[in-house]
């Protein structure tokens, strides 16, 4: 069965920092876009991040520009959401996504993981 395992979620202070994974299992990763999206209670999903199958091209939101870096593993098949000076409003329930091109629309990405738990509270 393809699925998508999102980890490294948890409590952090502001300013802290944490490391999302994206694993794949079932599939390889190498053809496609990966995205970070994160959906905080109430409001609409948003994209966050994203890099290309070749890892080559990435993009990130405003709000977390300079802040977050996204990376990709092949070795690993794995996808990697580096997060630093959290603040709270960074608290969210965070996905990966996998699709044929990157960018932060949700319409562009076909296979979902189940999501990580962020909260960033003192």
């Known amino acids: 069965q393809s699925q998508l395992v999102e980890s490294g979620g948890g409590l952090v202070q502001p300013g802290g920092s944490l490391r999302l994974s994206c694993a794949a299992s079932?599939?390889?990763?190498?053809?496609?876009?990966i995205g970070w999206f994160r959906q905080a209670s109430g409001k609409e999903r948003e994209g966050v991040s994203c890099?290309?199958?070749?890892?080559?091209?990435?993009n990130y939101a405003d709000a977390v520009k300079g802040r977050f870096t996204i990376s990709r593993d092949k070795d690993k098949n794995t996808v990697y959401l580096e997060m630093n000076s959290l603040k709270p409003e960074d608290t969210a329930v965070y996905y990966c996504?996998?699709?044929?091109?990157?960018?932060?629309?949700?319409?562009?990405?076909?296979?979902w993981g189940q999501g990580t738990q962020v909260t960033v509270s003192s």
């Open positions: 996504a996998a699709g044929l091109a990157p960018g932060l629309a949700t319409i562009r990405y076909h296979y």
């Open positions: 079932g599939f390889t990763l190498d053809y496609y876009a």
């Open positions: 890099i290309s199958s070749s890892g080559g091209s990435t």
